[in-house]
């Protein structure tokens, strides 16, 4: 019984198909034909013109999605606990040529417009300290922590005052919506790019990476050439996110995992170190209690030294969930 | 009737088989079951240990090779026609942190010892000038030719004498090895790094970089995450690579598509630019021949103003090798 | 009446003759005879074989010091509020290629042994996160604080426990060195590579990078000159640096800027913000206070919203001290 | 009697005395008097409005000013022989962050727009290649020769219509302007920006970067901070380009050095491989006859196997040219 992570999870059955479907005589790169149907797709999806690259990790997807926006001597305003600080091995570093990553605290690894106000406004306009182009943040954010969409308008409304680029890491961004129930745009609200996760949420590999002003996209495609990120048989990759975006399957499988965490949480509410809003639950949990869910077969991933990280996917079994939640119960 | 490129083709059904059974729950990135079993496999193909780091394309296994051996202050020695300088969107740049690709000619993209040490010669030991860290050749050539295992011998040795790494990027290696019929490890004799491709030859989007200093690998693990390259369901990457790697697939394909290119090339002696050795024919065409054959349903790329680029893959059918050898003697 | 910054005063008498004298023909570069005369001056200096390479400013030492010991992929532990971080434009972003400064707190913006271990030692050595591969301390520190011999040998020690290289931004060491009144070599103890700053101390110019391990210099005189810091006229450069270390100038020059700060320190007690051990002094001052003082025709920095900084340099005049001392004793 | 390079001549006596007035307190970095100056000093001298950053070194003036006009993943057209290809240590690989430098050949060191032309023309605009985005020339070139006003109108014009940057590396811009007789904006038509050398023509350590579109320049001060060429006594670069260009000094210097090239020239026609045009002699010399030059106490570089370059400067004495000349005559 795995609550490792979704990364782990399956691939989805309708992403298979998408895929052996995709295996056809077709042009190289993304030249193909289900390439080409992707930018209306997620147009349709998001209700305005955007477009689409696919890359295959989150990582390259941020990093990329940041290279349209900060240019090297620049700096990306971010949480403390941001992803792409923490956990993406200096890759912002290595895609933005050294610019900078300039953090913010916060509770839940969610960045308040004051917290990012209070970073920016002492940063004196010359040239002896790095000016920010953009702010990131993580939707939902890395303990599992959802955005209000007011919360997003207040930090849109932000970046447009200090001339930032707005870049939503949106790793669960399906979970995210899930939650608010709120329109795809909305859940993003502002952005002028997102890293739209699919790989957490059913595909294999592929994840998008998604420009609201297309033509920031332009340059990004040679960075991506450039960066190894452009795949000889893209039209895999462009299977995989069709196959989750075009009928629905994102929203349903995050519901899925959502409930799956919800229920969870419902189960052990006394342990829960963050609101759980999405498919993440992180609970007080001391070594030995850690251990005596292990030795019951519980598989999950030490968060601190009194804590744990339980992660739920599209296809978590309800009698795991109920077995763990008796589990954390009974402890 | 397509010969485009042999990227082009299908995913080869035991690949495919491959990853369907890959799709259990295992550990994220590269701590799966199947990836730990690359080093392994790769060792016994090789005769001599070596380590194996998957990536999803030929420019990522490129440059994160030549990482190993190049600072970014150095300077990589290669063919003016190589992959690396001419189709990878400056990636060698990028990942090389503005290292320079140092450029000689020679007859069908191969270099020459006598080549190499025409530009290594002359360049003075001093900090105005890029010094050499590596010598990066392409077996098969950009132009579907075969190093000689002697060839291979003089550039290692070369190599040794002058301090320079010895990459080798196989994108049709196993082509190269099909040709030449001798061991794996003579076909890149001397070679500190491989990128061995697979995508041409069967496989989805996995390529593999082999280390034959497994040492040497260790600081690549850190550079592939740092730009975006370790995917979190690295199990289906190193299953492609197994699938082609561990019952010989791999050789049975190249096999394969060289016979198709050979058997062309017998159909049109005269219109050869190259020697065939490998899979691809480049072909002396007229814009009004390629036009006719175009008109016939032959798909392929033009080469220059009056050439065509035929590329044969594991899939190619007979019966369109036929057709197409047919009418290349009718023109 | 200037206390700004000690960057501001002029260049020493004996710099000038000195740089005159360098005034005939030589070899171009760091080929002249002067520069020649470097590394033994310095090794003499600090009773330990060293190499020496000037460059033109403190920003330029750091970086291409630190690009000695630090990977692309790697970071770099230093304080938040060290001078690479806060006021160098993101070069070391620049320099190492997208390193990582890894940030720690501490009083008067010294780093500690305990506050490096406590940011080191739950970095996961996986390629996840970035891994530390040096510690870079400012001697005297942004506060004009001074490490002690015993802080230096236990952050050394730290540093060859962990593996780390151990530089130090010594822009100010001169101050250090006679604060401490012990070796050179003690007040930078157990470093790898300083900054030996000379601008703030009657240089024009011409900071050196030093390095004890002579053998790490080699790839940093690449490195300086892929950064346009070598100089065609390297003689002057030389020249400056010679003139102050030879005949002790360096030290008299910081004696009395030491003595002119430790004379205001005095007069104005309860207003330190930071012990006064080189020649910088931070006071707590409003804002009407420091309009007083500048109607009285003093020259400072704002320093926050209720501070100044005072800096002396080693032109400071003796009736400029008191005077400020006064000023200040009476508001 | 040395004729090794302009590098190596004497700071000029009005460019000491500039230096030695401009030793007086002021604001650091370029916030002093004499920086404020340099603006309006070169827009008078080029007629038409331009902004000034000065820099240490040819090398840094190159890189930063092609930093404007280039992003990581572009191209630089250039000569296969020019500066910033052979001789600059592979800086622009670093300044700009990996792109690529795209080599043309042409006679004299000199490019021109058919050559330019068939470069550009080939590369197909997809994400594959690299693409160019400016073009950089030498005036006067790597061998002393000197671009016309008609050819410089045809270069600019290739790169308005190609949609490049246009940067003149002018290390020898001075000798340029002197040898054509023209006005300096003639001598660098059309180009967007240059590095206008000093320190070959009587400066000691400043060179200008030139912006004929001011708000060019403003990012590049950021990235001047980030290199690490931001001086902190800015003051002395400003005051040696100050000396120089305010009362004609540049020319007048220029003048002296092309005279004396000049008359060496005439006095050894048969030997000349380049036409002398600005201050260098390339000159067919065997390598007794360079023993038996040398033996007579001339200094100067070899050229290859077969030749020298001999180099005059503002201070050559006609004496030594003499002497030079008729020993040339005399082999």
Known sequence: MQFHSDNAAPVHPRVWDAMRSADALDMGYDGDALTARLDEAMSALFGEPCAVLWVATGTAANCLALAAMVPPEGGVVCHREAHIEVDEGGAPGFFLHGAKLMLVGG???KVTPDAARAL?????DDVHQVQPHALSVTQASEYGCVYRVEELQALSALCRERGLG??????RFANAVAFL???PREACHGADALSFGMVKNGAMNAEAIVFFDPEKADRVRYRRKRAGHLQSKGRFMAAQILALIEDGLWLENARKANAAALHLARMAPGRLLHPVEANELFLRLSASE???LRAQ????HDWGAQGARIVTAWDTR???VEALGAALAAL
């Open 297 to 300: 077969g519980f598989g999950f």
């Open 181 to 183: 129930g709120c329109s």
């Open 166 to 171: 707005f870049h939503v890491d949106d790793a």
């Open 290 to 292: 850690a251990a005596a």
């Open 318 to 320: 309800e009698d795991h």
């Open 120 to 124: 920016i406004d002492p940063i004196r």
């Open 107 to 109: 509770d839940h690894a």
